[in-house]
């Protein structure tokens, strides 16, 4: 016997979007180190600058964190705005 | 990094491997499926500095490339959303049942009990307990943006044994769910077990029979309504949140707490206006509470005869470090980006009729119970703060940094005294019950 049954999955909400042009090189570019505050990840971040500053002259760095948020720290589309002005790119500790 | 990528910079993740599967679900959610990423082979919480380097320097060369060289688009692994209407074939209908279940294992949708099938016949006739439109969007649910409208709704809540009646209960459960102070997508994709802990007030809960007595949180037969109704929105979460585990729900362990938790209020016991009342609402309406909890424990003590002689095991009893709300304050508030809120998290004392009686005796409001609970569950800084994010409690509280030269200050575990919530239920035993709660309790009236 058949019986037809009705799917319970919600469809989503599509985003489509694109990712940003990669850096034709690192030299000289301040790149942005994201934590978002899960232990470990300063630490990842830190080896992270060190190995860039090694390799790449004249490349800066700094950490940054979201603005919103308790264990993790978000960022909001705010604070992607800001740092797209001041970063070149990006390495983040984000999930875990 | 969705959101820097879209404003135009190139950016690049460590995800551990086991949260592959969760990032690549994730960079779709969040409008960027091709969200580069460098796998290392573990989370680096829980490692030394010195444990973390070598992961970072093996994976250093891939995340030189991610950030400089384009790569051809990560080809979609996902599998073509199944149609609308499925047929099952079995040999009859007990056997089709079967394969139905075995299927919707097969495809994450069930909860691994047995399901109810959700045929065209019976979620009609579950949609005939609203007056709303079957294509009506109630929310848009994190994490995964999933739709949910009353037809999808009224779909799971039939997989689940509810009847019709109780399909206006769970619409009022998704706008509570929905709303973003609810924090969904915080609490479902967490690796911490928040589960929804579902509160049913006013007229309808009594004729519905959803349990505030007895077992009021299970199982059996006084709270069969009560399980339906909370694995309903078990159901949700899954199938239309997309919360699915291992997947967007990374929940290290689990809990059975995940399965169902709903319970009504026991009016006859408590000293005080319902729960919904105190939430702004009037006493004749219906009104669905959903609240995220990390635990319950009991409070135990059958031998106070004071409301400071049960609070103080209360308070003892809040004060549980492993538990990630207490104390979470300290780092800051739960935040939704997309929304730009912050709440605080609240927790739960759910007063058993024993103790509640204490209170009407000494005619102690709620207010009386969540001054003493603020003031007397403290615990020491250095105990908090022992196993956390030292960096987030930096930037969140810098007028509060003076606390590092004496560690040993009692703090309380919830930021402020209205932090603290409560319910009476349960029965005659001197045993209530503490919901560590995650962020805020969101409340909808019912429109029957």
């Not at chain 2, 005796?361 to 007397?376: D, T």
Request: neutral net charge; proline residues 6%.
């Amino acid at each position: 016997m058949k019986f037809q049954i009705m799917n319970p999955v919600a469809e989503k909400v599509q985003e489509k979007g694109a990712l940003a042009p990669r850096l034709k090189s690192l030299e000289g570019k301040h790149i942005g180190l994201y934590w978002n505050f899960k232990g470990g990840g300063d630490a990842a971040l830190k080896r992270t600058s060190e190995l860039l500053q090694a390799k790449y002259p004249g490349l800066t760095t700094r950490i940054y964190t979201g603005s919103l948020g308790g264990s993790n720290h978000l960022v909001t589309k705010a604070d992607a705005k800001r740092l797209a002005q001041e970063c070149a790119g990006m390495v983040g500790t984000t999930a875990d | 990094m969705a959101e820097l990528e879209k404003a135009g910079v190139p950016t690049v993740a460590y995800v551990a491997r086991s949260f592959e599967k969760d990032w690549r679900a994730s960079a779709k959610v969040f409008g960027v499926k091709d969200l580069l990423s460098v796998t290392v082979p573990r989370p680096f919480v829980g490692l030394a500095p010195e444990d973390v380097y070598p992961f970072v320097e093996q994976a250093f060369d891939t995340v030189v490339k991610r950030l400089t060289q384009a790569e051809a688009a990560i080809a979609d692994e996902e599998r073509a959303q199944a149609a609308d209407i499925i047929t099952i074939d079995g040999e009859d209908r007990y056997d089709a049942l079967e394969r139905m279940n075995r299927m919707f294992i097969e495809q994450g949708w069930g909860d691994g009990f047995p399901l109810w099938a959700p045929t065209r016949e019976r979620v009609d006739a579950m949609l005939k307990g609203t007056k709303r439109n079957p294509s009506d969007v109630i929310a848009v649910l994190a994490p995964g943006k999933g739709i949910a409208t009353v037809e999808k709704i009224a779909i799971n809540a039939v997989m689940a044994g509810c009847q019709p009646p109780h399909l206006p209960l769970l619409i009022a459960a998704v706008e509570a769910i929905g709303d973003p102070r609810f924090m969904m997508r915080n609490v479902a994709m967490s690796t911490g077990a928040h589960a929804p802990m579902m509160i049913v007030n006013g007229p309808l809960a009594e004729k519905l029979g959803i349990n505030g007595g007895r077992c009021a949180l299970g199982p059996g037969a006084p709270s069969a309504v009560n399980t339906a109704l909370g694995r309903a929105v078990r159901l949700i979460y899954m199938n239309l949140g997309h919360a699915y585990p291992g997947q967007m729900d990374l929940d290290t362990l689990g809990s059975p707490t995940k399965y169902s938790m709903c319970l009504g209020e026991n009016m006859e016991a408590s000293p005080w206006e319902p729960f919904h009342v105190e939430k702004g609402f009037a006493v004749e309406q219906t009104v669905v509470t959903m609240f995220t909890t990390y635990a319950i424990s009991e409070v135990e003590d059958n031998y106070a005869t004071t409301p400071e002689a049960m609070l103080s095991t209360a308070s003892l009893s809040a004060c549980n470090p492993g538990v990630k709300s207490v104390g979470y304050w300290l780092l800051g508030w739960r935040g939704d980006p997309d929304a730009e809120v912050m709440v605080k998290d609240k927790h739960l004392l759910i007063v058993c009729p024993v103790h509640a009686a204490i209170f009407k005796k000494y005619n102690w409001s709620k207010q009386q119970v969540r001054e003493y609970l603020y003031k007397h569950a403290r615990m020491p800084f250095s105990q908090l703060i022992a196993k956390t994010e030292k960096g987030a409690f930096r930037k969140s509280h810098p007028g509060l940094q003076w606390i590092w030269d004496t560690p040993e200050t009692k703090i309380p575990i919830l930021e402020t005294v209205d932090c603290f919530e409560m319910m009476v239920a349960g029965a005659a035993g001197g045993r209530s019950v503490y919901s560590y709660g995650a962020g805020e309790p969101i409340s909808r009236a019912v429109d029957p």
